[in-house]
């Protein structure tokens, strides 16, 4: 019998390999790394209000805030389905650096010092535990 494609939920191999996915991922490393994440998205997402943005700067607090609320929600997705997620651990990284050019962009050079400081920070931040995010798949893709 042919599976139509829509069935690959099924798939033995499909199962297994999530369930991979899931051991790797249950490791207190990346249980660390989704918890602190989860915080670095919080910060970015309340930013704005935490270090004082200048009313000048009310896009650069609107970006802060969406953007740290996406990084809250995937790293709590790798939490929860890392086997149904692993797939985008790389978007922490790229709102990572985007998090840091942000300042410069969206208010062309005229931010605030704790603005650009406070991105700067939370980008590198943020990059650095996307990248250890990614890790439990690599390992995973390995076995």
């Known amino acids: 019998m042919v599976r139509p494609i829509s069935d690959l939920e099924g798939h033995p191999d499909v199962a297994e390999m999530r369930a991979r996915y899931d051991q790797v ?3 207190p490393t990346a249980r660390i790394t989704d ?6 998205g919080l910060y970015l997402a309340i930013s704005p ?3 004082g943005f200048p009313p000048f700067e009310a896009n650069l607090s ?5 953007c740290g609320v996406a990084v809250a929600l995937l ?9 149904r ?11 990572g650096v ?8 969206i208010q062309r050079g005229y931010a605030s010092g704790g603005a650009i400081a406070s991105n ?6 943020t990059i650095a535990l996307g990248l250890v995010a990614m890790r439990p798949g690599m390992v995973a893709r390995k076995r």
């Open 98 to 105: 985007w998090t840091i050019v942000a300042p410069f962009i």
């Open 85 to 95: 997620t692993h797939g985008l651990t790389w978007l922490p990284v790229v709102l």
């Open 120 to 125: 700067i920070v939370i980008g590198l931040i």
């Open 25 to 27: 991922a249950e490791t």
């Open 62 to 66: 609107v970006n802060n805030f969406i």
């Open 35 to 40: 918890g602190a994440l989860v915080l670095a």
């Open 75 to 83: 790293a709590a997705g790798f939490a929860v389905a890392y086997g």
């Open 49 to 51: 209000w935490v270090v």
